[in-house]
Structure formats: C-alpha cells, structure tokens
C-alpha cells in the first residue's frame, strides 16, 4: 500500500523559504508521478507541481513558477517541494499525491495516493 508522509511546514515571513519534504512507500516509484497540491481555507485543493519519477519532467503551476522547485532524491524515495520568495497568498495545507502512469496531470482527481497534509504559514 503506498504511503506518502509530508513535512516540513510551518511559519515563516513573507520573503522567506520552506522546503517540505515528500516521503514515499510501499510500491516501486519508478512508473509513477507525484504531485504537490495545496488547499487553503473556503477554497479548492488546488495543483502547485509534480514530477515524473522515472523522467524528472517535472510541470509548475503559473502561480509558483520561478518561485518553487519540484525534485526527488531516488535513494530515499523523497519528493521536495523548495519553496522561495513565499507570499501570504501561498499559505495553505499542502499534499503530496501520487498516481501512477508516469505522466503528470493537474486534476486531483487523477491522483489515487495522498498524504494527511501540512501547514504553510506565510505572514506579512
């Protein structure tokens, strides 16, 4: 069964930086995509990345491009989510999903495997 553990969250200073952290389990990730996505308070869960295990393509939502960056590391099955110049819009609980196919999609939908979630706080 596959297991996603985020971490990372917290509160920063708008400006600042977090890097949450993806853990994965119980499968071979190698024909799968991961994707991150955030929800904040009255809103949708929304897409922010997500990137092709066995291809690194990796796909950015237009609000965090330039600003996030989506990496794995294979040897410890661990997906990373840097997040640079945070603004107060970016706070929300952010997921880690997975689907699996390999190809990165947008709708959460698509996504079976999901984390519990974790807070980003971004404060003016």
């Known amino acids: 069964q596959v297991q996603l553990v985020e971490s990372g969250g917290g509160l920063v200073q708008a400006g600042g930086s977090l890097r949450l952290s993806c853990a994965a389990s119980?499968?071979?990730?190698?024909?799968?995509?991961l994707g991150w996505f955030r929800q904040a308070p009255g809103k949708e869960r929304e897409f922010v990345a997500a990137?092709?295990?066995?291809?690194?393509?990796?796909y950015y939502a237009d609000s965090v491009k330039g600003r996030f960056t989506i990496s794995r590391d294979n040897a410890k099955i661990t997906v990373y989510l840097q997040m640079n110049s945070l603004k107060p819009e970016d706070t929300a609980v952010y997921y880690c999903?997975?689907?699996?196919?390999?190809?990165?999609?947008?709708?959460?939908?698509?996504?079976?495997?999901w984390g519990q979630g974790t807070q980003v706080t971004v404060s003016s």
């Open positions: 119980g499968r071979t990730f190698s024909s799968y995509a």
């Open positions: 999903a997975a689907r699996t196919g390999g190809v990165v999609t947008t709708t959460p939908r698509s996504y079976a495997h």
């Open positions: 990137i092709s295990w066995n291809y690194g393509t990796t």
